[in-house]
């Protein structure tokens, strides 16, 4: 499949308000999802996709400028409740901010990414018992190793360490599988 029908798939919201942000069927809005800005720029990059260099960018700017929570420096979910939600570690993606900083020398994206690892670096994830989930454990953990590559903050590297070791203690040895409470049944 080319890559300008991939691209086109996702429907942009209008307005400038709407910039960045993405929808499909019974008003669900999907950015924040998966690192939708990484992905489209990614996809810009290996097809020089203008059109998708520019969701892309316009994408990380949405999230800089509209998506994230003052109070927690997370970004609101996903979903119907996209402003109304609790912003939760396991869905908080900084890759894209921090290539679409890189690729246009954008400090202010550079830095919203830097905050958003310092966000993840304090709030541990969330979850309990049959709510606990690998994803908030193992994402915020990919996007903490992406940034220290970038940014070797001693900070950042021991709350890496911390989820690390959280998801390693979750090891069964009996049935070489990890165990978090999404798979646990009574």
Known sequence: MDSCRVY?????????????DFARSG?????????????????????GNRGAFGRGLRCAQHLRDRDLDAMTGLPFPHGRGHR????????????????AGLLTA???????????GRALAVRPPMGQGRFERA???AWPLLELEALLLIDPDPVLAAAANR??????????PVHHTYRFGEGERE
């Open 135 to 137: 994803r908030d454990y």
């Open 163 to 172: 989820l690390a070791r959280a998801i390693d203690g979750r090891f069964d």
């Open 84 to 99: 109304t939600g609790v912003p939760v570690s396991g869905h908080a993606w900084l890759q894209g901010l921090m290539l």
């Open 106 to 116: 954008d400090d202010d994206l550079i830095e919203a990414a830097k905050s958003l």
């Open 8 to 20: 086109n798939c996702i429907i942009e919201l209008p307005g400038e308000r709407g910039a960045g």
């Open 27 to 47: 008003g669900t809005i999907t950015n924040g999802e998966f690192d939708t800005a990484l992905g489209l720029l990614r996809l810009a990059l290996a097809t």
